[in-house]
């Protein structure tokens, strides 16, 4: 992964990154509704995870936005060419971990290193969380099945953490459609109402694009 600095003195959000700098709570969360119809009914029974799906529409969704892909760090501000998502992980003993995976554009690629990443963080002791702690190239993803809530904040260390933080919940059937919540939490510093707007555009064409596996024969 690479990155590239972005310069203060041409960038056209820097009178916005100076202003929301200085807020004691700059963090906004919006929640938006992603249909999932055609995906439940057409591609779960074929053996294809809905987590690990929902999982790779997000890594599409920040890919596709790219002030989702930037970061401060005092008065630098950097924009990563590829995040990776550290996703919880829940554990057979009801307790949950950490897990980091790459974002690959190939569904089928990013779906296997998954499975396998997820495989590794069920198994492990330890809570994983200090394996991205010096990292800022991440973002945070996680799953509420229990509930179909209608916003989400995250605990966040304070006012200087950039990291989104990307949550979805239960689905729920209604109208002839299936959908499920999905949270978006950002540093308003670098991301704004249209750029949430670019990434939930980007979450659903990739949910449903995402290809069915073969029927066994």
């Known amino acids: ?36 119809t055609r995906f439940r009914e057409a591609r779960r029974l074929r053996g294809v995870s809905l987590y690990r799906a929902t999982l790779f529409a997000v890594g599409a969704g920040i890919a596709a936005t790219p002030a989702l892909r930037t970061r401060f760090r005092g008065d630098r501000v950097v924009r990563h060419d590829r995040i990776d998502l550290s996703m919880s992980v829940p554990r057979p003993d009801g307790t949950f971990g950490y897990g980091y995976v790459p974002f690959d554009p190939d569904f089928g ?19 994983g969380a200090n394996d991205g702690a010096a990292r800022d190239d991440v973002a945070y993803a996680s799953c509420l099945p229990w509930i179909d809530f209608t916003s989400v904040t995250n605990a966040l260390p304070g006012p200087d953490d950039c990291i989104p933080r990307i ?17 978006l939490e950002v540093h308003h510093a670098l991301v704004d109402g249209r750029d949430a707007g670019r990434f939930f555009d980007a979450v659903q064409s990739a949910l449903d694009g995402i290809p069915a596996p073969p029927l066994a024969v």
Do not use: N, Q
């Not at 690629?109 to 495989?119: G, K, L, P, Q």
């Open 1 to 36: 992964m690479t990155e590239t600095e972005i310069d203060l003195a041409t960038w056209d959000r820097a009178e916005h990154f100076r202003l929301f700098r200085s807020y004691e709570r700059p963090h906004f969360s919006v929640t938006s509704r992603v249909e999932v």
């Open 109 to 127: 690629t990013f779906d296997a290193e998954a499975a396998s990443r997820i495989a590794e963080a069920e198994k492990a002791t330890a809570l």
């Open 167 to 183: 949550a979805w919940g239960r689905i729920t059937a209604g109208g002839g459609r299936l959908t499920m919540a999905m949270a």
